[in-house]
């Protein structure tokens, strides 16, 4: 193999591994909390829906045990959950006041690497 090769192979490697961090950095947890409700029967587990950049809420958990839920969200996109309880009976109690919306961002890019001189 030629050198002109081994350094294409090497640069086109290098492109690869960037972009399989970059995509690692797509998304980031974020914890949801919420308190059981005082009235009515007791809860046996809750539904959690999402909503994206204020779109349709769709279901993303149907029975959950606890009162948090950890949701992988996309950066820059908005983000918002409700929940509600349901009790052993299977009936379920409204919807909770949607979370306040949370965008997550990478903000801007870092620092580049210093620039080398390549002979």
């Known amino acids: 193999m030629k050198h002109g090769h081994r350094k294409i192979l090497v640069t086109a490697l290098i492109a690869l591994v960037l972009l399989a961090a970059g995509a690692a950095f797509a998304q980031e947890s974020v914890t949801y909390t919420w308190t059981a409700p005082t009235s009515g029967s ?13 779109g349709a809420w769709s279901t993303v958990s149907d029975n959950l045990q606890a009162t948090t839920y950890i949701l992988t969200a996309t950066y820059d996109v908005e ?7 349901v009790d052993a009976l299977g009936r379920q ?18 620092q580049p690497g210093q620039p080398i001189a390549v002979f």
Request: glycine content about 14%; aromatic content about 8%.
């Open 93 to 110: 109690g409204p919807w909770s006041v949607a979370s306040e919306p949370y965008t997550p961002t990478l903000g801007a890019p870092g």
């Open 42 to 54: 007791t809860v046996h587990h809750y539904v959690v829906q999402h909503s994206a950049d204020g």
């Open 79 to 85: 983000h918002s959950i409700r929940v509600a309880g």
